[in-house]
């Protein structure tokens, strides 16, 4: 099978999945991660850039999860302003 590049887009949904990971394992399960600390686990990750991550690249931010033996429960999006959170649990 060949090599086939990731695009930034696929690169930053991982990059969520790991920030998620990190953070949940830190907090305990179920953990409830909201935008303000992905933000300082990867600054690079904007609300604007989750979102749009989770929209177009959920599969990956899941598959990466699931590698490290957790699965994202809910996501909800409460609007510009309102902020977003996940809830990270076992697998």
Not at 37 to 52: D, E, H, Y
Request: glycine residues 8%; aromatic residues 4%.
């Amino acid at each position: 099978m060949a090599f086939k590049p990731k695009s930034a887009a696929e690169t930053k949904a991982r990059d969520l999945g790991l920030a998620l990971a990190r953070l949940a394992e830190s907090e305990g399960m179920p953990a409830h991660v909201g935008v303000d600390a992905l933000r300082r686990a990867s600054p690079r990750l904007t609300p604007l850039a989750i979102g749009q991550m989770v929209r177009k690249h959920r599969d990956i931010l899941e598959e990466t999860l699931t590698e490290r033996g957790l699965t994202l429960v809910d996501y909800a999006d409460q609007g510009p302003g309102r902020g977003m959170e996940f809830t990270v649990a076992d697998a």
